[in-house]
């Protein structure tokens, strides 16, 4: 089945580390995004990718960084500078094309403990 | 800047009703218009996505329209059953697949 998954579900982070969330893609999809959602809220873009080796930030990079070294797959890492970084955590992919839909994975929640 | 509201925030309607779910945007250059369903804790389901040169599109029980001259954009939901309870989101694309969304509208559908 295609699809994109991300793991892990739950994440919890200890103050002052780093944490990487996985996001991977078999759908061949060249665009990846990922997303924060907040209680109550709509989801705000932290950084997106249209092709591989390349990405730009989005409205709240800050704290955030990373990679797209291959095409299947667009880790986040929340950075000790995050600092309010409890949320859920969601990540899509699109075909090229300014008309094609966004498929969404189904989230991490990270906390803090 | 563009900004996106969904009103109201909760819903909660009889099984059977037909509904219409709300969502304005402040500036009407947009690519298209897409409406996604969220069950609790999970991803999102694009559930039709409307170009900016269309009107309205159709699925199933669900039809949405958009009038970009106006800001806003409705989702349809005919017969409503509970399994369509959910949270429901509206997002449009700025550009660049770039999408502004709305807070989201969380609908209950009682048996």
């Known amino acids: 089945d295609g699809g994109i998954t991300q793991s892990p579900k739950y994440l919890f982070r200890k103050e002052g580390q780093n944490v990487t969330l996985s996001c991977e893609q078999n759908l061949n999809h060249d665009a990846m995004y990922w997303y924060r959602q907040d209680p109550g809220q709509g989801l705000r873009l932290i950084y997106y990718?249209?092709?591989?080796?390349?990405?730009q930030k989005g409205d709240i990079a800050e704290g955030y960084s990373v990679s797209r070294e291959k095409k299947e797959s667009f880790p986040l890492t929340v950075t000790s500078a995050q600092k309010n970084p409890t949320a859920f955590y969601l990540c899509a992919c699109s075909m090229q094309g300014g008309n094609q839909p966004q498929h969404f994975g189904d989230g991490t929640r990270l906390s803090i403990l | 800047k563009q900004e996106v509201t969904q009103i109201p925030a909760a819903l909660s309607v009889p099984e059977g009703e037909n509904l219409v779910l709300n969502c304005s945007f402040t500036?009407?250059?947009?690519?298209?218009l897409q409406w996604f369903r969220q069950d609790p804790g999970k991803g999102l389901t694009s559930l039709l996505l409307?170009?900016?040169?269309?009107r309205e599109q159709t699925s199933g029980r669900l039809n949405a329209s958009l009038d970009k001259s106006s800001g806003r954009s409705t989702l349809y939901i005919a017969a409503s059953q509970p399994g369509d309870s959910a949270t429901y989101l509206c997002a449009v694309n700025r550009g660049a697949q770039k999408l502004v969304f709305g807070q989201g509208t969380r609908l209950t559908i009682n048996p």
């Open positions: 990718s249209q092709i591989v080796n390349d990405f």
């Open positions: 500036d009407s250059a947009i690519y298209n």
């Open positions: 409307i170009q900016s040169s269309q």
